[in-house]
């Protein structure tokens, strides 16, 4: 009996990577877990192996893949800054070439802005999608498609007045980007680390009122100059945080934003995953132009 065609996902992580299949009604195949090989040969093999797990003998319709910046889209060429053995690799060139499928990747917080849109049935015309972790990123889609830019916004890597008057906090709010008072160095999981000397998990109600206050002058920036109508939220600070922490941001918004609109603020509805179920939003072409999808038989 012959297969029929699968879609796959791919999350590569710096620590961790997922690969999953589904088949063309979105009911899935195989998912599989396994650490990031610190290795590039290591890791490229690992996730051919993972791939033709998945697959079961289906017919590769198309692969989507999720990964850390800084790339090039088009080209597919990545170079995630947590990998640092993986510097301009032709990662589309790499996958057409060894699956004979089309393979589409972008910055992880893109992929995930693409899931949260089309899984979530958002209509919003400008959409943001922030993942709050580790770090800190986000992706802006405007009817629906990326927005890219010359390159990828950086929206964690504003500056922004905080709430801290002890001298000892402020000298702690250093940005692993190099300069200082980036918003996440203010509300990231590292970021909060620094400033409080303990894990996210363990803030009281007022640090974390603090932490919602400098997350909501952030995002007064943000909604400022982009008029975002939803901003929608994942990542392991987020969902810790909860709706507590969006209540203290939405209260600086809608206090301090006089000249627009205060945009919704929500949790992901699609938790830790988010990255993964975009990489297979992504094999099959939905963050492409319709004329683009309708050529892949979306």
Known sequence: MESTGCYIGLDIGGTKTMVKAIDAKGHEIALYKEA????????????????????ANHDIKGIGAAIGGPLDADKGIVSPLHQPQW??????????????????????????????????????SRFLYITLSTGMGGG????????????????AHQAIS?????????????CECGTNDCLEAMVSGNGIKRLYLKSAENLNEKEWSEVGYNLGQGLRNIATILSPEIIVFGGGVALGGGQALLDHAQKVLNEKLKLVKAPKLVLSQLGYNTALEGALCFAKGMHLPQKQQAAMGV
């Open 140 to 155: 802006f889609l405007i009817d629906g498609k990326i927005y890219q830019g010359l390159s990828h916004p950086e929206i």
């Open 162 to 174: 905080h709430c801290y008057d002890s001298h000892d906090m402020m000298q702690r709010i250093s």
């Open 87 to 124: 510097r301009n690799i032709p990662l589309k060139n790499i996958m057409e070439e060894r699956w004979q499928c089309p393979f589409h990747v972008d910055v992880d917080t893109n992929v995930a802005a693409v899931a949260e849109y089309h899984l979530g049935n958002y209509q919003a």
């Open 36 to 55: 990031t090989p610190l290795d590039f040969d290591e890791g490229i093999s690992l996730l051919h192996t993972l791939i033709e797990k998945v697959a």
